[in-house]
T-cell receptor
């Protein structure tokens, strides 16, 4: 079974631009969560989508948004990029049948904002 | 404020030795606690997941314990190997009002040396 895939793996943008990141979950998984990881803040939860609906949301500004498609693939969009948005963005999928279901992480997209 | 504190921040041990990593949390409500291993440049990999009623869970040479009364967890690594060198992250989740709150610790960076 293929793992979680994220595209692109690396991205360089300038301040003010917008960016869209993509995540394809493990086949059969309906839950996709997004996380931001920075050296200073560690891992922080952005949001979770389940069956095309946002189930949970972390404490991030409205510039961060996402969506999930009927095939469970998810996209995350960041508008009006700021230097502080430079981070590793991780996507994780799970079957979400139970709260303790294992989350499987993708390799991440490293975003650099200049 | 919901917090997850991990100690030590970093640790160097000799190959073959055992070690214990600590995680203290103040997250409420509590649903489950997970330990992840993250190799440099890669996404986190789930090691163990424990709910309120579980006080120990093993995964090979990794054994996690949970004391829900004192809100403490530990991850014990037995007979360490060079491949155990990584960051270990404690994550506590709780469900409130139908939404899941996920709080990450800042991690313990473990280096196993020959």
């Amino acid at each position: 079974k293929a793992g979680v895939t994220q595209t692109p793996r690396y991205l360089i943008k300038t301040r003010g631009q917008q960016v869209t990141l993509s995540c394809s979950p493990i086949s059969g998984h309906r839950s996709v969560s997004w996380y931001q990881q920075t050296p200073g803040q560690g891992l922080q939860f952005l949001f979770e989508y389940f069956s095309e609906t946002q189930r949970n949301k972390g404490n991030f500004p409205g510039r961060f948004s996402g969506r999930q498609f009927s095939n469970s693939r998810s996209e995350m969009n960041v508008s009006t990029l700021e230097l502080g948005d430079s981070a590793l963005y991780l996507c994780a999928s799970s079957s979400r049948d139970r709260v303790t279901d294992t989350q499987y992480f993708g390799p991440g997209t490293r975003l650099t904002v200049l | 404020k919901n917090q997850v504190e991990q100690s030590p921040q970093s640790l160097i041990i000799l190959e073959g030795k055992n070690c214990t990593l600590q995680c203290n949390y103040t997250v409420s409500p509590f649903s489950n606690l997970r330990w992840y291993k993250q190799d440099t440049g890669r996404g986190p990999v789930s090691l163990t997941i424990m709910t309120f009623s579980e006080n120990t869970k093993s995964n090979g040479r990794y054994t996690a314990t949970l004391d829900a009364d004192t809100k403490q967890s530990s991850l014990h690594i037995t007979a360490s190997q060079l491949s155990d060198s990584a960051s270990y992250i404690c994550v506590v989740s709780g469900v409130s009002g139908g939404y899941q709150k996920v709080t990450f610790g800042t991690g313990t960076k473990l280096q196993v040396i020959p």
